[in-house]
């Protein structure tokens, strides 16, 4: 996982944050890019510690999108622009295009979804199926409590290197430095000096600066294209 994340970062920075939509919503029988189309915005939400950053920008991400099927996407008057590409992960690529332009993108699409049979937690809406997909709003089941019958989702997640992140690294750091660590006698008999302390709370600020919107933002396009 650390090389995985060490690929995803450049420009000082050294960690992702997660994201994830468990599961992804979508409608039984629906085509990858009738799904895609549907959200607007990437229906997914931040797992990491830290504020979700309002608007669509992030640095490097690597994107997978399991659990759709190769059903052909729905004929309407006029090819929509997700509908022109032909391989599942272009589909997916260019729909991350549109919504982080600039970024440096990977995208991986799996058919087989996600297992959720037991030991898995059930807490789904009753108004997904078995397998994970949304029904009809306007016939929802009679079942009142979690669905406990959903067997497999399809899921949508990415590591993220985004300007989220800034929030939570300067968090940490300002926590840090409120600390009177002179007080924790166990803290230096470990083997940390203070000289060190302070080397590492200052390399943390400038590690939260890297991931500063106006800091990386600006130069993001380039990074990607030399990538």
Not at 6 to 32: E, H, I, Q, Y
Not at 80 to 104: D, I, K, N, R
Not at 134 to 159: E, H, K, T, Y
Request: glycine fraction near 8%.
């Amino acid at each position: 996982m650390g090389h995985f994340a060490d690929s995803l970062t450049f420009s000082g920075r050294k960690v992702v944050a997660a994201w994830a939509s468990l599961p992804f919503p979508a409608c039984r029988g629906s085509s990858l890019p009738d799904a895609l189309s549907g959200h607007q915005a990437v229906p997914w939400q931040l797992l990491s510690s830290g504020r979700e950053h309002k608007g669509s920008c992030c640095f490097a991400q690597s994107v997978v999108l399991r659990g759709l099927g190769k059903e052909r996407p729905s004929s309407s008057p006029g090819q929509q622009p997700l509908q022109a590409w032909e391989s599942p992960e272009q589909v997916l690529q260019h729909y991350l295009h549109t919504h982080f332009p600039g970024a440096f993108s990977t995208a991986h699409v799996l058919q087989q979804p996600c297992d959720t049979r037991p030991p898995f937690p059930q807490f789904f809406s009753p108004l997904l199926t078995r397998q994970g997909f949304l029904q009809d709003r306007a016939q929802p089941p009679s079942s009142a409590g979690p669905n406990r019958d959903v067997q497999s989702i399809p899921v949508l997640a990415a590591l993220q290197a985004s300007p989220a992140l800034h929030s939570l690294l300067s968090g940490l750091c300002q926590d840090l430095r409120a600390r009177n660590v002179r007080r924790w006698s166990s803290f230096f008999t470990a083997g940390v000096e203070q000289d060190d302390f302070q080397e590492a709370l200052e390399e943390l600020r400038t590690l939260a600066q890297c991931y500063e919107t106006g800091f990386g933002a600006h130069g993001s396009e380039d990074e990607a294209d030399s990538d």
